[in-house]
């Protein structure tokens, strides 16, 4: 007997009752044939007006017709994607690559390329195999520093653990302390902003990740590369 909990789908099509829709979609096509019907009938009537008339209207028509064909059987998807892993084992699962790029410090402030890297590293995948790369093409010395300083306040940090639930209280004193550590580094990256107080590192290429002692570095998770020095 097969799992069921292997066989359920990842997704499934749900479709659409549009029945009142279809029903005024099918009175409007019967409408425009008796106008080209009607249009036929007296072409020999009317000359070259009519004739214009009937083209211009049949293109009508035709297009209608295609629009309508994409509409008229409408689906929504419902993804499952906590059925991932009991379909499929976690070594088989692929290496996941994630690039951010970014070119203006003003147009793109340093806070919003880090609330993207950290958005990123934080889908529901082993993090041994999500990589995230940032490549700045405005050797922004802004955006290399935040990045490097959001290092320090969470892809350091090994602590953390899968609560199973988001109302269990371990759950709630993690959430608490990460709100506290980004609130502290969303002020100090607004500081370097306003005052260009930018503690200064080494501007070279940088390559960041989450050292763990059993991985190799081409496996470890969690990986930045600001390329602040190259375009």
């Given at each position: 007997?097969?799992?069921?909990t ?7 099509k ?25 249009r036929?009938?007296?072409?020999n ?45 976690e ?141």
């Amino acid at each position: 007997m097969a799992n069921t909990t292997t066989s359920l789908p990842l997704f499934e099509k749900i479709p659409r009752k549009n029945t009142i829709q279809r029903g005024f979609d099918i009175i409007i096509f019967f409408l425009l044939l008796l106008l080209l019907v009607y249009r036929l009938y007296f072409l020999n009537h009317y000359g070259f007006n009519w004739i214009l008339a009937f083209l211009c209207e049949s293109w009508f028509t035709f297009t209608w017709v295609l629009v309508i064909s994409t509409k008229w059987t409408l689906v929504d998807y419902s993804t499952y994607p906590d059925r991932l892993l009991q379909r499929v084992p976690e070594v088989e699962l692929p290496s996941v690559d994630m690039f951010v790029t970014t070119a203006d410090p003003v147009l793109e402030p340093p806070i919003i390329i880090v609330n993207t890297v950290l958005s990123l590293l934080a889908v529901d995948y082993p993090s041994h195999k999500l990589a995230c790369y940032v490549s700045d093409d405005g050797c922004s010395p802004l955006t290399y520093y935040s990045l490097v300083e959001a290092s320090k306040y969470f892809l350091g940090d090994d602590s953390t653990t899968d609560s199973g639930s988001d109302t269990s209280s371990n759950f709630q004193q993690e959430w608490k302390r990460m709100k506290v550590e980004y609130e502290q580094l969303s002020a100090k990256i607004e500081d370097a902003v306003q005052n260009q107080n930018i503690v200064p590192y080494d501007l070279t290429v940088f390559d960041l990740r989450n050292r763990h002692k059993k991985s190799s570095n081409r496996t470890q998770g969690n990986s930045i590369e600001p390329a602040t020095l190259l375009s």
